[in-house]
C-alpha cells in the first residue's frame, strides 16, 4: 500500500466515495512498482472541475514521484471517475517501461536459474 498519498481538488470537494475509488485505483499501481522503489513512491492527486456555458469537463492529474523518475498522467472527461480510470490506465503503462528499465535483468535470471536447478520437474 502506498504510504504517501495526497488527494487535492480544484473547484471540487471530493467525498469519501470519490477519494477511496481514487485509492483503490492508485493501489493497484502498486504491483507495477520495482520492490526497491515501493518504500519511498509518492503520488499526488488532483482533481479538477471546470464548469463552462453548456458543457462540463472534469480533470483528473496523478503525479508519481519514483526514484529517479517522475511520472504523470493527465486525463479530461465528462465524469471523473472515468478520468480517473483512463489515468491508471496510462500510468499503468509508465510503469511497465519504468520498471523494465530499472530492475536487473540479471537478478530475474539468477533467480529463475536456481529456481530450475533446485525443482527441475516444475518447469
Do not use: W
Amino acid at each position: 500500500m502506498i504510504r504517501k498519498f495526497e488527494i487535492t481538488g480544484v473547484h471540487v470537494d471530493p467525498d469519501e466515495k470519490l477519494k477511496k475509488y481514487v485509492m483503490q485505483c492508485v493501489n493497484k499501481l502498486e504491483r507495477y512498482i520495482p520492490k526497491h522503489a515501493r518504500d519511498s513512491v509518492h503520488v499526488d492527486v488532483k482533481l479538477k472541475e471546470s464548469k463552462r456555458q453548456q458543457d462540463k469537463q472534469c480533470m483528473a492529474e496523478i503525479i508519481m514521484y519514483l526514484p529517479k523518475e517522475t511520472l504523470t498522467a493527465k486525463e479530461s472527461t465528462i465524469n471523473l471517475f472515468a478520468a480517473v480510470d483512463i489515468v491508471e490506465a496510462k500510468l499503468r503503462n509508465q510503469l511497465k517501461k519504468y520498471k523494465d528499465t530499472h530492475t536487473d535483468p540479471r537478478l530475474y535470471r539468477r533467480l529463475t536459474n536456481k529456481f530450475r536447478r533446485n525443482h527441475p520437474n516444475e518447469i
